[in-house]
Structures are given as C-alpha cells and as structure tokens.
C-alpha cells in the first residue's frame, strides 16, 4: 500500500523528555488499531532522543517554537518559520489529529494542518477547534489521560505499560564508559539523580550522598551520579560528601548514554524529573522522592515503581513557594525536608529484596 492510500494520523505531544516518554503507551495502542496507517508525531528535537527506535511511529515531525523551557532551540522562532511549517503539515493531508498537549495553541496547530477529524481534551477553550472534546481529568495520572483519548475515539486499550529502547552499540558504549571509570561489568549500579528543575522540589544533596553510602556498606552497590551537564555547577560543592567508589557521571554523558546506563542499573532513586520517567521506562526498581507536588499526575508509571510523599494541608503546592508556608532547612519546603534518610534506606532496601526474590 503506497502512503497516499494509507491513512494519515497526526499525534501532537512535544516538549519535555518526561512528557515525551509517557506517551509511549499510547503509540502503543494506536498502532495495535492501525496497523497500516501511517503515524507521524509531532515533537521537540531535543525530547525526542529519548523514543529513538520507537516502533509504532511512522515518522517524527520537529516543532520547536522559542519558550522558557530548558529543551527549546528556538527552531521555528520566527512568523516565517512557523508558518513554513504549518504549509509542510497540511501538504501531508492527514485525515486524523490527536492533540495530547492542553494548550490551545496545540489545538489551532492540529485544525490548521487540515486533520479533517481532530480529537483532544477539552481545556482553555479550545473545544471549537476540536471534533471530538474529551474531558480532562486533573486528578489522574498522564498515561491514563492520553489512554482517554483513545478510549473516547472508540480505540481499544489493552495495555499502559512504559518502553524504551537503545542499540546494542549503545549498550557497549556505556559499559565502555563505565570501564573508564573503574566500574566493572558486574557491578550493581544505584543509579542517583539528585537534581530536578526546580530546587525547592529537590531532596537535599547531603542525603542522597548518605543513602549513597549506607547502600554501598550494606549491599555492595556501586552509586551512579547522573546529571545534566548544567547540573555539574550545582553538584560540585556537595561531590565531597559522597563516599569513595562512586561513579561521577554529572554532565558526563548525552541522553541516549543515560537511558542506556538506566537499562544497566539494578535501582535508581531521584527526584520527581524527566530521568526518573526515563528510569521508569527502563524497567529499573525505583524509588521517587516528591514534596510540594503530587505524584499522582506526574509520579513514576510502572509496577516496579514506588514514591515517597509527604502531603500538608497545603499539598498539592502551587508551586509559588513559601507564600502557604514557611521555609525549612536549606531554603526548601518542608514536605521535602519531611522525608528522611532512614525512610529512604528502608524504602531502598525493600525494593533490593523484592527484585532478589523475583
């Protein structure tokens, strides 16, 4: 069957490698229905590294307008630019639009593509620009909401599980990279992300270093630092505190590496961020740490996933910090300070032995 005789299916959800790597089960599912359409994913440049290899994906389309957001190259920042891609979109004539993204911008761009059918949530006023609205529910969690949208379309969910996917050279590059740190091929990685975009949601430094250490006494593990390279400013003043035999990876290795050393590791534990999705996808035991927000939209997806969460009144925060409550240790909230070394020791070590027993 050529291209111009299968059908033609837009799905829009950019931005964020988090966001980026929770709609993979919806993929899922919409290839399982369409296994001759051709499905095109409208997406960042920089988020989309972490679904390299995706198979249910005919074809990634880059939309990369200028924001705040840490992954915006600024791409499409011009009128011109924006609507030379608008023109490429609808010279595609796709015959369906999913809008996975709440914004109305993300509506207008799915009509003006031309889908004849659009079908999206029904947020910020959107629902004129949309054929079928569906409603969104806040309380839930992201992967169920996009799974919605294909329920509300008539499209059987069968499964919501999360995928990732890296080469085999992939593979052998971070086994490499390991060996040049001094870590052998048998070592049982504790993968650490303890950094997260914004600081007051971030458990303190100090206590990921003495996590670090107690499981390195107590289980021979070998901590795995991971980090962005522009966490490395944040980390040194703490790279003290952690014990000796740690594998200082901060700012050491591109997106693809870290998944591929997420796949190596037998527990990850980390704020609430994009690599703890990127764990999840993984399939690593972990273990997230979440204060002012709440981990039921947000939190890791997966049965061997767990969450710490200390919720106040205030819970879930609105994010405009130490305007409902005052600030604890280190400047930060203290439902984050709430949660203690020793509960997440305990934490940690229950997942070690129900991944032994398994």
Same mark, same amino acid.
């Given at each position: 069957?050529?291209?111009?005789?299968?059908?033609?299916?837009?799905?829009l959800?950019?931005?964020?490698?988090?966001?980026?790597?929770?709609?993979?089960?919806?993929?899922?599912?919409?290839?399982?229905?369409?296994?001759?359409?051709?499905?095109?994913?409208?997406v960042?440049?920089?988020?989309?590294?972490?679904?390299?290899?995706?198979?249910?994906?005919?074809?990634?389309?880059y939309?990369?307008?200028?924001?705040?957001?840490?992954?915006s190259?600024?791409?499409?920042?011009?009128?011109?630019?924006?609507?030379?891609?608008?023109?490429?979109?609808?010279?595609?004539?796709?015959?369906?639009?999913?809008?996975?993204?709440?914004?109305?911008?993300?509506?207008?761009?799915?009509?003006?593509?031309?889908?004849?059918?659009?079908?999206?949530?029904?947020?910020e006023?959107?629902?004129?620009?949309?054929?079928?609205?569906?409603?969104?529910?806040?309380?839930?969690?992201?992967?169920?909401?996009?799974?919605?949208?294909?329920?509300?379309?008539?499209?059987?969910?069968?499964?919501?599980?999360?995928?990732?996917?890296?080469? $085999?050279?992939?593979? @052998?590059? /971070?086994?490499e &990279?390991l060996?040049?740190? +001094? *870590?052998?091929g048998? =070592?049982?990685?504790?993968?650490?992300?303890?950094?997260?975009?914004?600081?007051?949601?971030?458990?303190?430094?100090?206590?990921?270093?003495?996590?670090?250490r107690?499981?390195?006494?107590?289980?021979?593990?070998?901590?795995?630092?991971?980090?962005?390279?522009?966490d490395?400013?944040e980390?040194?003043?703490?790279r003290?505190?952690?014990?000796?035999?740690?594998?200082?990876?901060?700012?050491?290795?591109?997106?693809?590496?870290?998944? $591929?050393?997420?796949? @190596?590791? /037998?527990?990850? &534990?980390g704020?609430?961020? +994009? *690599?703890?999705?990127? =764990?999840?996808?993984?399939?690593?035991?972990?273990?997230?740490?979440?204060?002012?927000?709440?981990?039921?939209?947000?939190?890791?997806?997966?049965s061997?996933?767990?969450v710490?969460?200390?919720?106040?009144?205030?819970?879930?925060?609105?994010?405009?910090?130490?305007?409902q409550?005052e600030?604890?240790?280190?400047?930060?909230?203290?439902?984050?300070?709430?949660?203690?070394?020793e509960q997440?020791?305990?934490?940690?070590?229950?997942?070690?032995?129900e991944t032994?027993?398994?």
């Open positions: 069957m050529s291209l111009n005789q299968r059908k033609k299916i837009l799905v959800r950019y931005r964020f490698i988090g966001d980026t790597i929770l709609t993979v089960p919806f993929f899922r599912n919409l290839r399982r229905a369409e296994p001759e359409a051709h499905i095109a994913w409208v960042a440049p920089g988020s989309s590294d972490v679904v390299k290899g995706i198979p249910y994906v005919d074809e990634l389309i939309w990369d307008p200028a924001t705040i957001h840490a992954d190259r600024g791409g499409h920042r011009t009128l011109g630019a924006k609507l030379s891609f608008i023109r490429e979109l609808r010279a595609k004539k796709f015959d369906k639009a999913y809008v996975l993204k709440r914004s109305f911008s993300s509506a207008l761009i799915a009509l003006l593509s031309g889908a004849r059918e659009r079908v999206g949530f029904d947020t006023g959107r629902r004129f620009m949309l054929t079928r609205a569906v409603p969104y529910r806040p309380e839930q969690h992201e992967v169920v909401s996009f799974l919605d949208l294909l329920r509300a379309d008539g499209v059987p969910v069968t499964d919501d599980y999360l995928e990732s996917w890296i080469s $085999a050279d992939e593979a @052998r590059k /971070a086994d &990279l060996q040049s740190h +001094g *870590v052998g048998d =070592a049982r990685l504790l993968a650490l992300h303890p950094f997260g975009s914004i600081y007051q949601k971030s458990w303190p430094m100090a206590r990921f270093a003495e996590v670090a107690q499981l390195m006494e107590r289980y021979g593990m070998t901590p795995l630092l991971l980090g962005a390279g522009g490395r400013k980390f040194e003043p703490w003290h505190l952690f014990p000796h035999g740690c594998c200082d990876l901060v700012g050491g290795c591109d997106l693809r590496t870290t998944l $591929a050393l997420l796949h @190596r590791s /037998a527990l990850f &534990l704020n609430d961020s +994009g *690599v703890m999705h990127l =764990a999840a996808s993984a399939g690593v035991p972990l273990l997230a740490l979440f204060g002012p927000t709440s981990p039921d939209r947000f939190g890791p997806w997966g061997r996933t767990r710490i969460h200390t919720a106040f009144p205030c819970s879930p925060c609105r994010q405009k910090y130490f305007t409550c600030p604890a240790g280190e400047g930060r909230p203290e439902c984050i300070m709430a949660i203690s070394v997440v020791c305990q934490a940690c070590e229950e997942l070690i032995k032994e027993v398994r």
